[in-house]
């Protein structure tokens, strides 16, 4: 059971544009939302977080926003860089961390 | 249905006793990675394995040790040499190493 959902494998963006890697949910018990970034042969690092309190979050380059009603969140990486080329997790906790609910990934690839 | 599992869900061990962690996944992949996951902190890798019989230390492996003598199972055990025992534990399963991750749902270890 999926609770945590990345529909698109991968993605390719021209460096300078802008990247949206999406995310869904099932489970309306959900309040907090983590991204995270991952190179090969590395674990995941945490990149931007959001509440339910909240629709959007930016950091940087960084702005993740959040649709309650449509149990979506979106990450958006503008300029992309070839740098930001990893794989981005989605991820939820439930219980107060007690269990992790992660996406499969998306695979960014920026083309410089 | 595919999937990767891990057991218990939570566990209780005394101080100075070695535990091992359940990770087993039907999906098939050739690679397997165990995370530890701590209270504002990302995922931190401990061990990955790119195929049977082969393993690999990640960032905080002391402590740890793991097998891999099936493709199915890649067990964990927790030393009585970890300092920091007590944190959530994920493991998760990838067909290669670059691609997307499919994570269990997670054990929570407390020692005490």
């Known amino acids: 059971d999926q609770q945590v959902k990345q529909n698109s494998p991968s993605l390719s963006v021209q460096e300078g544009r802008i990247s949206i890697l999406n995310c869904d949910y099932t489970?309306?018990?959900?309040?907090?939302f983590l991204w995270y970034k991952k190179y090969p042969a590395e674990g995941p690092t945490f990149l931007i977080s959001?509440?339910?309190?909240?629709d959007k979050n930016e950091d940087g380059r960084f702005t993740v926003f959040l649709n309650k009603s449509a149990k979506h969140l979106s990450l958006h990486i503008v300029p992309s860089q070839p740098g930001d080329s990893a794989v981005y997790f989605c991820a939820a906790p439930l219980n107060t961390g007690n269990q992790f609910y992660f996406g499969t990934g998306t695979s960014l690839t920026v083309i410089p | 249905d595919g999937g990767i599992t891990q057991s218990p869900k939570y566990l209780f061990r005394k101080e100075g006793q070695n535990v091992t962690l359940s990770c087993e996944q039907n999906?098939?992949?050739?690679?397997m990675y165990w995370y530890r996951q701590d209270p504002g902190q990302g995922l931190r890798l401990i061990y990955y394995?790119?195929?049977?019989?082969?393993?690999q230390k990640g960032d905080i492996a002391e402590g740890y040790s793991v097998s891999r003598e099936k493709k199915e199972s890649f067990p964990l055990t927790v030393t009585s040499a970890q300092k920091n025992p007590t944190a959530f534990y994920l493991c998760?399963?990838?067909?290669?190493?670059?691609?997307?991750?499919?994570f269990g749902p997670g054990t929570r270890l407390t020692v005490t």
């Open positions: 998760a399963s990838s067909i290669q190493d670059s691609g997307e991750q499919y």
């Open positions: 959001i509440s339910s309190i909240k």
């Open positions: 999906l098939n992949h050739d690679a």
């Open positions: 489970n309306s018990m959900f309040d907090y």
């Open positions: 394995s790119q195929i049977v019989n082969d393993f």
